[in-house]
C-alpha cells in the first residue's frame, strides 16, 4: 500500500533542481539495467526475481510469497514471472516437505551464471556512475537540510 504524502513546505528552485538531478540519476541507472536484462533475453522484472532469489539470504530458499513481498507484486504476479524463468530453464521449484502448499524457488546454475554475468555488469555501472548518483543524492540531503523548519528535527 502506498504511503500518503504528508503535507510540507514549498520546496526552493535548488531544491527541486536536487531533487531532479537525483531522479535523473537514478533513472539512467535503471535505464542501464533494463537494457542489460534485455541483452541477456530477460525481462527487467526476471532479472529483478532471479536477484531477489540470490539475494534472499538464510539457510533456505525463498518462497513464492517472500519473492512477492520482496519486488512489491502481487503473489499471482510472482507465480507468473517464475513460470517464464523455469520455462528458460533458469529457476526451480521445490515443494515443502513439511507444507505442500509451500514452495521455495532457487536458481539453476544457467540461472547463477545468467545473473552473474548481470549482477557485475552492475556492478561496473555502479561503480562508473556511482559517484555521480551519491553527488546528488547528497545535494538533494543538504538542500532538505538547509531549509527545514525550525522544531523539525524534533517532529521526525
Known amino acids: 500500500m502506498p504511503r500518503k504524502v504528508r503535507p510540507t513546505r514549498e520546496l526552493t528552485p535548488a531544491e527541486y533542481q536536487a531533487l531532479g538531478a537525483f531522479r535523473h ?14 541483452a541477456e533475453d530477460l525481462e527487467p522484472q526476471q532479472h529483478q526475481m532471479l536477484l531477489a532469489i540470490r539475494a534472499c539470504g538464510g539457510p533456505f530458499a525463498p518462497t513464492v510469497g517472500t519473492l512477492a513481498e520482496n519486488l512489491l507484486i ?3 504476479s510472482a507465480v507468473g514471472l517464475l513460470d517464464r524463468l523455469a520455462e528458460q530453464g533458469l529457476v526451480e521449484r521445490v515443494k515443502s516437505l513439511v507444507d505442500g502448499r509451500q514452495v521455495s524457488v532457487s536458481l539453476t546454475p544457467k540461472g547463477e551464471t545468467k545473473l552473474r554475468r548481470l549482477s557485475g555488469a552492475h556492478r561496473e555501472e555502479l561503480r562508473r556512475a556511482g559517484p555521480v548518483l551519491v553527488a546528488a543524492l547528497a545535494s538533494l540531503l543538504r538542500q532538505g537540510e538547509r531549509h527545514k ?4 528535527a524534533e517532529r521526525d
Open 25 to 38: 540519476q537514478i533513472r539512467l541507472f535503471l535505464h542501464f539495467s533494463e537494457q542489460a536484462a534485455k
Open 74 to 76: 502481487r503473489h499471482h
Open 149 to 152: 523548519a525550525p522544531g523539525a
